[in-house]
């Protein structure tokens, strides 16, 4: 079994601010993870994977995350937030014997200016 | 690359209608598609898994009679909610995958949702 547990269900950040959305993962075998960003009333868009390559990953927008084995975490970071940075983000595990996502329950993302 | 087209973006209809809701992926073949409810504030719920020319797999609770899915070929798959209720009204979304993505890590890739609300 395979699941996601993002800490945190809001994060509120100034414009300019590092934004740090915190992910742990439990999986019995290697995990692929992913994080995803839902702008309002739209579907989900993919900001970075890992797959067992190098534990930091660089994704788009000034997203990266690191993969951390001995801590079972996924962060994702942002060194500095943007207005348009607000929005859902979700983290996601699945692996090579599974093919379904197990999502987190969402962290939503406020910039203030 | 990897565009999914979601379509309608938004339906309201009466209830008892069908209401049918189509994912295409335009640039890729997709063996499995899947299929998601998500309520607000909320994260996102699987309904189903649909392989191309197969019975789509269902979740546990989900009912197959009302949520029918079709996957006919390897860019379409189809979601028929049928007569539908006010309970059905919610947020639904489907994904789609790169044939034997599965086992390489390939990330699913979604379409922009469907927004279904019966009156």
């Known amino acids: 079994a395979q699941s996601v547990t993002q800490l945190g269900s809001h994060v509120s950040v100034s414009e300019g601010a590092l934004v740090l959305l915190r992910c742990n993962y439990s999986?019995?075998?290697?995990?692929?993870l992913f994080w995803y960003v839902q702008y309002p009333n739209q579907g989900l868009q993919l900001l970075l994977k890992y797959t067992s390559a190098a534990t930091l990953v660089k994704g788009i927008n000034g997203f990266e995350a690191e993969f951390k084995k001995s801590e079972t975490s996924f962060h994702l970071t942002k060194p500095s937030a943007h207005m348009s940075d607000a929005a859902e983000y979700f983290c996601?595990?699945?692996?090579?014997?599974?093919?379904?996502?197990?999502f987190g329950a969402g962290t939503t993302v406020t910039v203030r200016a | 690359g990897a565009v999914v087209s979601q379509h309608p973006s938004r339906v309201i209809c009466k209830s008892g209608t069908s209401v049918k809701i189509e994912c295409r992926s335009l640039d890729f073949q997709a063996t499995t598609m899947f299929w998601y409810r998500q309520f607000p504030k909320q994260s996102l719920m699987l309904m189903a898994t649909s392989n191309e020319g197969s019975k789509a797999t269902y979740e546990q609770g989900v009912e197959k009679d009302k949520f029918l899915i079709n996957h006919a070929s390897l860019t379409l798959s189809t979601l028929t909610v049928t007569s539908a209720h006010p309970e059905d009204s919610s947020f639904y979304i489907c994904?789609?995958?790169?044939?034997?993505?599965?086992?390489?890590?390939?990330?699913?890739?979604f379409g922009d949702g469907t927004r279904l609300s019966i009156l």
């Open positions: 994904s789609a995958q790169i044939v034997e993505g599965t086992r390489s890590g390939e990330p699913q890739h």
């Open positions: 999986s019995s075998v290697p995990p692929y």
């Open positions: 996601a595990v699945t692996h090579s014997n599974d093919y379904k996502l197990s």
